[in-house]
């Protein structure tokens, strides 16, 4: 476990949830509650995140609603260790738990106790950076966090999909210019799509999207209107304050 000294405490969603992280590397970021709010579930459901980190986008699901079994699977054991404070720093250990296990690897996953088809949600953000296109950091542990060895989400939504029961839903943040690639690792098990692109500013094209699956058949797609998060001189606006802050739930995860 990390020092004292390398650890900070942050408040987010308007100070709702306090979550620990390492100072150097992944630091929690907008990604994570966006997927949160992307993310719906009934009390009597189980959602797993996959490569959770220290827990936030799982743990802002679980505080938003309340009653659904959350697991945070992550591979780094530091990591681990701080999500499962997390849980005990935010009261929800009671029904939130978290697992060592590796994404991409169902045999990883079922030797840590989960079988397929048995859970009714997945949220995930997954590293996307390319290091053959994109700078990267020199940081191993931003790296890690952050960059995708060739193939790595056609085997995180395989992995989604081997989790999930028939109609259960995953929820995915990816980079927007990557839609198409996306698209392509859902079709052969995933259907009625929902693609919500979120954009820094109005006049700026999208930097993420946020992507709502059902495992079934069906080609039906729907598009919701970009959310935008910062109007003129940099301000937030209403809306992307009432999700980071106040922890509105966006439209798509009703879909």
């Not at 992550?74 to 005990?88: F, G, V, Y």
């Amino acid at each position: 476990m990390k020092a004292e000294s390398e650890i900070s405490e942050d408040a987010i969603l308007g100070g709702a949830l306090r979550v620990r992280q390492p100072l150097r590397g992944h630091r929690v970021g907008h990604d994570a509650i966006l997927l949160a709010a992307a993310t719906a579930a009934r009390a009597d459901e189980h959602a797993i995140e996959l490569g959770a980190g220290v827990g936030a986008a799982g743990l802002a699901l679980a505080a938003r609603i309340n009653g659904p079994r959350v697991t945070l699977v992550e591979i780094d054991r530091q990591l681990c260790a701080l999500a499962a404070d997390n849980a005990r720093l935010n009261r929800l250990d009671d029904r939130v738990k978290v697992v060592n296990a590796h994404a991409e690897d169902v045999a990883n996953l079922a030797a840590a106790g989960f079988a397929p088809g048995s859970v009714e949600r997945v949220l995930m953000n997954p590293p996307f950076h390319d290091a053959r296109r994109q700078n990267v950091s020199p940081d191993p542990l931003r790296r890690l966090a952050h960059v995708a060895k060739p193939g790595l989400l056609v085997r995180w939504v395989d992995t989604a999909a081997w989790l999930l029961k028939p109609r259960g839903v995953l929820t995915l943040i990816w980079r927007a210019d990557e839609l198409d690639d996306v698209l392509d690792a859902l079709r052969p098990t995933f259907g009625d799509v929902a693609v919500l692109p979120v954009r820094p500013r109005a006049d700026a094209p999208a930097i993420r999207v946020l992507v709502r699956a059902v495992k079934a058949d069906g080609n039906s797609r729907s598009d919701y209107p970009a959310l935008v998060l910062n109007a003129e001189h940099g301000k937030p606006t209403a809306e992307a304050e009432a999700i980071l802050r106040s922890g509105k739930t966006l439209e798509i995860a009703e879909s």
